[in-house]
């Protein structure tokens, strides 16, 4: 039996074989523990996201409601505070607040829809607008676009006559009218200018206050009087001017 060639038996490139086997197969067991781990780690991701989301949502509410604002102006002699805002839908009531000092006022909470207001205060004309459309999460401004004029069935009517230091009716004369606060500050309201035969007139709300009326003319030393409103009523005035010292 011949004997074998030499190069078919090699130890050395045996052991070298087996080595790089299990290399291998240690590289494909890292292969397949690192793919589990990152489908693991996906899936833990893809279930946590709703979640977030979920958590996010509720955290910013949307919003269900909106509301109205606006100044309300009124004629000269008259206050645009505490006037009572009555917010109306269809024929109830709904919400009602009164204007600050400056006439503003706003209401919130309300359901979207369609809204009508009423305004009143004693002295000044009711007021009403209609077909105010509210949106959830926006406020209506209705800006100075509301006006109550004066009420002539239930005023204080200040009727009032300029004079000369002779007692003659002084045409032409320009009257201030101003209101007397608390404070004792002056707050001015309007002026005329008297007419041909020393006349001037102003209408003011019923509500009791202090009003000041001030004639002033070209050479003349200006002149005051103070009235006193606590109704309606007819409420009359003298001014006399008297010539300005030289």
């Known amino acids: 039996m011949p004997a074998l060639p030499a190069a078919c ?22 292969r397949k523990l690192f793919l589990k781990s990152s489908l693991s780690l996906l899936a833990l991701c893809v279930l946590a996201a709703p979640a977030v989301a979920q958590k996010k949502s509720k955290g910013k509410e949307q919003p269900t409601t909106g509301g109205i604002s606006g100044r309300v102006r009124v004629d000269a ?12 839908q269809g024929d109830g009531r709904v919400a009602e607040t009164t204007t600050d000092a400056k006439g503003e006022f706003e209401v919130r909470g309300l359901a979207p829809g369609s809204y009508g207001l009423t305004l009143r205060k004693a002295g000044l004309q009711v007021g009403r607008m209609d077909g105010i459309n509210v949106r959830a999460g926006k406020t209506v401004s209705l800006k100075d676009h509301l006006f109550l004029g004066l009420d002539e069935g239930a005023l204080a009517l200040l009727r009032g006559s300029v004079f000369d230091a002779a007692g003659r009716s002084f045409a032409g004369a320009r009257v201030e009218l101003a209101r007397v606060e608390a404070d004792g500050s002056l707050r001015k309201l309007d002026s005329r200018v008297a007419n041909r035969i ?12 202090r009003y000041r009326l001030t004639a002033k003319a070209d050479g003349m030393e200006a002149t005051t009087q103070d009235v006193d409103v606590e109704g309606a009523a007819i409420y009359r005035a003298a001014l006399t001017l008297k010539p300005a010292a030289k």
Do not use: H
Request: charged share 35%.
């Open 77 to 88: 002699g008259a206050t645009a505070s505490g006037i009572s805002v009555e917010v109306r």
């Open 198 to 209: 020393g006349q001037f007139r102003f209408d003011l709300p019923p509500a009791r206050a």
């Open 9 to 30: 038996y090699n130890p050395r490139r045996i052991k070298r074989c087996g080595a790089a086997r299990r290399k291998s197969e240690v590289e494909m067991w890292r």
